[in-house]
């Protein structure tokens, strides 16, 4: 099956999945830390531009702190998100999982040179979009990952008020998918809610509008609600 | 198509992962992909640039070539539709579906639709659905509108990768070009680019459709890709298909039972469904379908996997492509291309004038121009008159003013941080030279570094050998527990119970046996007193290991006294290996 994110299996067995970031978000989370940047060096440039010729030397420090340290500042101290990966939902984390370190920050974020080459960011481009997991080079060499971070969702409240203990055990994937369909069936048009009930009628013994309120039944059941 | 061929893991995934999940279709079925697109679009390429050259508007080329695109962005929108259902079409089958496939929306496509910001999300609802009409547009609504946001993003992101691979393959010929040559460099290409010699526009031509060649694709894929996590968002694939799953497990595991309760019952109806429980299932899928289809207010429209696909699949061309063989391919850039030509040969007969051809015997010509420039009224001189300063005004009144207002302080900081930061790199360099007795030793110590000790590794004290129980053992408990050291005064309990335990029922217990696996040993113990006793006393262990809770003082006397007398610990102990 293809699925889009990295599987890192821990010590204890745990296979964690990382939802890697390809180059379309992560271009656009580029552009609008480019624009703070810019916004940044502009302010610094009126407040320095009123010390006159001295101010050029801190304007130029500035300059050089916002090009080189913007990046790894934010990705090292405020959990490997910049302003930009904040509003696209992305994160920096180690290959492995783990939060990104400084030494990773930097870098990969001094690798940035190479990416850019020869104009445009073209070789990172070229390397995210072939890259399984939407690496550019930088990433490889720091070992680390652009992920999407999944925002936590409000539970959503029961279809109905009932709860229905299964006929039969499930496996995993089924009570998966039952507790999936009393999150997500609410907003699935009628007929097709019916259609989805009508397949589990070995479990239900119903069809039609009966078997979806076993199904909710059952999936309240499953999420503990009595 | 059937659902349960998919072969991508699908889940409700945020609209950015569902590009994802594209890139990461087209990534997998490259060579499907790629195949086909060079086999159809590099002929392209070269016969609009031949075109286009014989009518001196190579510049169109590129233009007209970008404007073909969705003519071949089709190509991976087919492979992809196919392959995501497991049947990865060969290069031939998806040329030949080129015929026919989807050209229905191509006058669309190509006109109207070719800036839509959306096109990638909308290709696959038209090509795939092959709606018409109304229900196109209702189909379009209801699939795109809450991912139209980021159908144009996703629009706008690949026309700039497009520009960035393009900008990047022409900088590789700069990145060659040593520093001290580069003004030079600069100004011939300045110079080259001005006049626009052929050869630089069908380079440039070649270089913009390398960028389209790999960037289109994986443009269509992430549209597939949002395409794809909308159906599976409003129709609950990943549900239908766990419980398709569900249902062929439970039919089969209830297969004998539902027989046998069928001739009790006296019910045939229910004993011949397990047999044959997908077509059951397909029939009633289409029937609800059709019951759907008939609703159309509903504002998420009715069409389903079975129905669209069953009928794009039809139409789909497939069948048709393989029965054309013998018919000529038909070549519709050409037309397009040639009719652009034309038009734009017409508009710039100057540029063919100077190219050539028309020069045959022009000294005639010229001459007759040489004389008409001749002639004054073509070019009268005239006098003009004008007033000029005679000692030119030096001009520096407007840079007085502009002197910022705290200049003076800048330049008083600017002073102080020099001179600090030349006070700062001293004091770096005292401080390291004054260290360098330490720091000097890491550089030796770093070159003759001496081989890593043995790679054993020492997890934790419990590693550790562990000390024998002592002769009294009572008695050491007791002190442990008066001394404060009650966790350890239950340790070394418990240690003792799992060794008087392990000697009383002869068993030989694994080492780092768990409490588990005592418990369960201890269950070969004669008398249920004693096993009472172990268990609490295990209990007792587990609660002040794992939970931090120790037993009342009272309790653990109580409890010491029974195990002591049960296990006869005031004698000597026999020694062993502890578990």
């Keep these: 099956m293809l699925d889009t994110y990295r ?63 913007y990046p790894v500042l934010f990705e090292a101290m405020w959990n490997g998100r910049t302003p930009g990966k904040r509003a696209l939902g992305l994160r920096v984390i180690a290959n492995n999982g783990a939060p990104v370190g400084w030494l ?123 | 198509m059937k659902i349960e061929a998919l072969t991508v893991a699908l889940r409700p995934r945020s609209a950015w992962e569902a590009v994802e999940l594209g890139t990461a279709l087209t990534r997998r079925h490259a060579a499907a992909i790629w195949k086909p697109w060079l086999l159809l ?85 038209d090509l795939l659905e092959g709606a ?25 992101v690949c026309v700039h990768f497009e520009l960035a691979l393009y900008l990047g393959f022409a900088g590789i010929a700069v990145m060659f070009v040593p520093n001290e040559y580069l003004e030079q460099f600069g100004n011939r290409v300045w110079k080259l680019l001005q006049e626009a010699p052929v050869w630089i526009t069908l380079l440039s031509n070649l270089l913009a459709w390398m960028a389209w060649a790999l960037i289109s694709p994986f443009y269509v894929g992430a549209g597939f890709g949002l395409y794809l996590n909308r159906r599976t968002e409003i129709e609950a694939w990943d549900i239908e298909l766990a419980l398709r799953r569900m249902r062929t497990r439970l039919l089969q595991a209830a297969a004998p039972l539902v027989l046998l309760l069928a001739i009790a019952l006296a019910l045939p109806a229910r004993a011949q469904e397990p047999p044959q429980p997908a077509q059951g299932a397909e029939q009633s899928g289409t029937a609800a379908d059709e019951a759907e289809d008939e609703d159309e207010e509903d504002d998420i429209p009715a069409a389903t996997l079975h129905d669209i ?72 001189k005239r006098k003009i008159v004008t007033w000029k300063a005679r ?60 081989p890593r000790e043995s790679d054993e590794v020492r997890r934790s004290d419990a590693d550790e050998p562990q000390a024998p129980l002592p002769d009294d053992v009572p008695t050491a408990i007791r002190r442990l527990w008066r001394e404060g050291r009650q966790r350890e005064a239950l340790a070394l309990m418990y240690r003792a119970s799992v060794e008087s335990m392990a000697t009383r029922t002869q068993a030989v217990l694994v080492p780092g046996a768990t409490e588990a696996e005592v418990l369960r040993v201890s269950r070969r113990l004669p008398l249920a007193e004693e096993r009472d006793a172990f268990a609490r006393a295990v209990r007792a262990w587990q609660y002040a290991a794992y939970a931090q809770r120790f037993p009342g003082a009272e309790d653990f006397e109580r409890l010491l006294h029974e195990l002591a007398e049960r296990f006869a610990w005031s004698t000597a102990m026999p020694r062993g290996a502890t578990p």
Excluded: C
């Excluded at chain 1, 599987?7 to 296979?15: D, F, L, N, S």
């Design chain 2, 309 to 380: 696909f069953g009928t794009v699949e039809d139409d789909s061309g497939l069948r048709d492509g393989i029965d054309a063989q013998k018919t000529q391919p038909a070549e519709p850039p050409v037309e397009t291309t040639a009719t652009a030509g034309t038009a734009g040969n017409a508009s710039t007969g100057t540029r063919t004038a100077r190219n050539g051809t028309g020069l045959a015997d022009d000294r005639g010509l010229r001459n007759a121009v040489k004389r008409a420039y001749a002639d004054p009224t073509v070019t009268p």
């Design chain 2, 391 to 450: 000692a030119e005004e030096p001009k520096k009144p407007p840079q007085k003013p502009k002197v910022p207002p705290l200049a003076g302080l800048g330049a008083f900081i600017a002073l102080v941080s020099e001179y600090g930061l030349w006070a700062v790199v001293g004091v770096i360099v005292l401080i390291l030279l004054l260290t360098s007795p330490r720091w000097l030793r890491w550089f030796r110590r770093g070159l003759t570094r001496a």
């Design chain 2, 41 to 125: 679009s590099l002929p392209m390429f070269a016969l609009v640039n031949l075109l286009a050259w014989s009518f001196d508007v190579l510049w169109l080329a590129g233009l007209v070539v970008w404007w073909l695109k969705p003519l071949f962005d089709r190509i991976p929108l087919f492979v992809l539709s196919r392959a995501v259902f497991g049947e990865v079409p060969t290069t031939r089958q998806t040329l030949h579906a080129q015929l026919r496939w989807g050209l229905r929306w191509m006058p669309a496509y190509l006109t109207w639709r070719r800036l839509s910001p959306v096109r990638s999300l909308y290709l696959p609802v």
């Design chain 1, 104 to 226: 990773a920050a930097f870098s990969r974020n001094l690798l940035r040179v190479v990416d850019m080459l020869p104009f445009g960011y073209a070789t990172g481009l070229v390397a995210g979009l072939l890259d399984p997991w939407g690496r550019r080079l930088g990433d490889m060499v720091a070992g680390t990952l652009v992920v999407h971070d999944a925002r936590p969702h409000e539970p959503s409240p029961a279809p109905v008020k009932h709860a229905l203990a299964p006929s039969v055990a499930l496996r995993p994937y089924e009570q998966a998918a039952l507790v999936a369909f009393g999150e997500r069936g609410p907003h699935l048009t009628e007929a097709r809610q019916a259609e989805l009930a009508d397949l589990a009628e070995p479990l239900t013994g119903a069809r039609g509008t009966a078997a979806v309120t076993r199904l909710y039944g059952i999936a309240n059941w499953l999420l503990g609600r009595r």
């Design chain 1, 7 to 69: 599987e890192v299996v821990t010590p204890e067995g745990v296979a964690l999945h990382l939802p890697a970031a390809g180059p379309v978000p992560r271009a656009l989370a580029w552009v609008i830390d480019f624009l703070i940047r810019m916004a940044m060096v502009f302010v610094s440039g009126i407040v320095f531009g009123l010390l006159g010729r001295g101010g050029f030397g801190f304007q130029a420090v500035m300059v050089f702190l916002v090009y080189w340290f």
């Design chain 2, 132 to 156: 018409q009409g109304a229900q196109a547009r209702q189909r379009r609504r209801a699939l795109g509108s809450p991912v139209h946001g980021v159908g144009t993003l996703l629009t706008l």
